[in-house]
């Protein structure tokens, strides 16, 4: 599981997720301060901490990728996917719906969770 993003929403999905047996997630972020605060709140979590340019190692390894950003810039789109070598999916990607479609924009095909 990765989540990109380190805000208020990838806390309350780390909080939920612990409840169910989270053990392990990977978080890209901007900058590693709120990644690293997270590690803090949740040390029964083992959280790895990445920036942003390991973006596409970290989906190309990620079963589900869960985006919570305020970007207003595609973070995922078709040519993105492609340039990286992903073209046909991989992962699945669940997107809030208040980001949609700024987040995510025709990647992925029919395997967005929105």
Same mark, same amino acid.
């Given at each position: 599981?990765? !989540?990109? @993003? !380190?805000?208020?929403?990838t806390r309350l ?5 612990? @409840?169910?047996?989270l053990k392990k ?10 990644? +690293?605060?997270? +590690?803090? +709140? ?11 340019? &390991?973006?596409? &190692? ?18 995922? &789109? #078709?040519?993105?996917?492609? #340039?990286?070598?992903? $073209? ?9 719906? $208040?980001?949609?479609?700024? $987040? ?5 095909? @029919?395997?967005?969770?929105?």
């Amino acid at each position: 599981l990765t !989540a990109v @993003g !380190a805000g208020k929403m990838t806390r309350l999905l780390i909080n939920h997720l612990t @409840g169910r047996g989270l053990k392990k997630i990977t978080i890209c972020n901007r900058s590693l301060a709120r990644p +690293q605060e997270l +590690q803090e +709140q949740f040390p029964d979590v083992e959280i790895e901490c990445k920036l942003m340019e &390991d973006l596409w &190692d970290v989906v190309g390894r990620s079963d589900i990728v869960y985006t919570a950003t305020s970007s207003v810039d595609y973070i995922f &789109d #078709e040519l993105k996917m492609e #340039e990286n070598g992903m $073209a046909g999916g991989g992962a699945v990607v669940v997107v809030l719906a $208040a980001e949609f479609p700024a $987040a995510l924009r025709g990647a992925f095909g @029919g395997m967005v969770v929105a």
